[in-house]
């Protein structure tokens, strides 16, 4: 293996985080700053307040991943760093900060794409292998990613509106529950019962497409009715009922796309991957076809930048390299 030792940066929405990987999967450091506080009392990420989190955090942070991984920059041989998609404000953040150590050190700079950075979290867990489907679940992204080799990535599938991170949030804003909303409606999930019919978004046959504005709707319409008829609905069913909706057409779809291309390795990915109930809905399904799962830890799954220090090692390998030009492109295409 080439010594291969990346100091990676993540600055693509609400966390700040630089991260020291080695040889692309020996995380020695992966320091991430959140900014989760700052925005609740907003329900959401304000893109000026992340912008300016990240600026006040990023030299901070930065020291901090060098010192934990008690490495100098004589031992670093790239920069990694997210260049999108995200809030471009805080891109820019993470991509300046890369380039000026990227200069100022002399070192080969890299632009790494946020959702492959997700991918690649699978990558510190357990070595990839090929053909490969990742399911990316997140605040920004639903995606069916398709590979057959490192760094080379096809999209067999999207979502057509809402990401199913940002419709856990809107449904538990409409439901009362405290931003980011996705963890409270998955923990109410588990205590109550889908005892409420709501659609499923399939989309044409054979479509690996999703979409979750209909979902979503129908969730709001439902409470809607129930209140004016002077009915309280147990929002923990509520939620189960939701919850159920999303997992039975992410697994569904997951599942048929994985037999279309005939792979035999699944891996899920982004903030989403942390949902309980899909977790162990997209473990029993893989089981049931004889298809290996790998899911990262929590820490891994939210945003980092040590799976973007993994997917930029494998780019440095490849001879990847961005020039001076380099800058944040909040819808960079994967
Ligand atoms: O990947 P991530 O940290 O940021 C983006 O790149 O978007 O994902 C954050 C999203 C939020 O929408 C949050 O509500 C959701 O992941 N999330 C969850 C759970 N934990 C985080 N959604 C459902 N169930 C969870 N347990
Ligand atoms: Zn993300």
């Known amino acids: 293996v080439t010594k291969n030792m990346i100091l990676s940066i993540e600055t693509s929405c609400d966390e700040t985080s630089v991260a020291v990987v080695k040889n692309g999967r020996e995380v020695l450091s992966n320091i991430v700053s959140s900014q989760i506080e700052s925005h609740k009392r907003f329900g959401g990420v304000v893109p000026e307040i992340a912008s300016r989190h990240h600026v006040e955090q990023i030299t901070y942070i930065l020291e901090e991943a060098m010192r934990e991984a008690d490495v100098s920059f004589k031992d670093i041989d790239a920069i990694a760093v997210t260049e999108g ?15 000026a150590v ?9 632009g790494v794409h946020h959702i492959a950075g997700h991918i690649y979290a699978n990558h510190i867990v357990e070595e990839l292998t090929f053909p490969l489907l990742t399911l990316v679940v997140s605040g920004g992204h639903t995606e069916l990613v398709y590979m057959t080799e490192h760094g080379s990535f096809e999209v067999i599938g999207e979502t057509r509106d809402d990401a199913v991170g940002e419709a856990y949030d809107k449904v538990a804003r409409t439901l009362g529950l405290p931003y980011p909303g996705g963890p409270h409606v998955d923990k109410l999930a588990q205590e109550g019962e889908a005892t409420i019919d709501l659609p499923r978004a399939w989309l044409e046959p054979g479509s690996y497409d999703f979409s979750f504005s209909g979902l979503k709707s129908a969730v709001i319409n439902t409470l809607h009715n129930a209140k004016q008829k002077g009915i309280t609905l147990p929002i923990e069913n509520v939620a189960a009922s939701f919850q159920e909706s999303v997992i039975e057409v992410l697994v569904t779809k997951t599942i048929q796309a994985a037999e279309e291309k005939k792979v035999n390795r699944i891996l899920l990915a982004g903030g989403v991957a942390a949902n309980k ?58």
């Open 85 to 99: 998609p995200g809030l471009v404000g805080a891109l820019l953040i993470g991509v300046n900060a890369a380039k």
């Open 102 to 110: 990227a200069f100022a050190h002399n070192k080969p700079l890299i």
């Open 277 to 334: 109930g899909l977790r162990s809905a997209l473990k029993k399904a893989c089981e049931e076809k004889g298809l290996t799962l790998t899911i990262p830890p929590l820490s891994l799954c939210t945003d980092n930048a040590a799976m973007i220090g993994a997917a930029g090692a494998i780019a440095f390998e490849k001879g990847k390299r961005a020039n001076d030009w380099l800058n944040g492109e909040p819808g960079l295409i994967l």
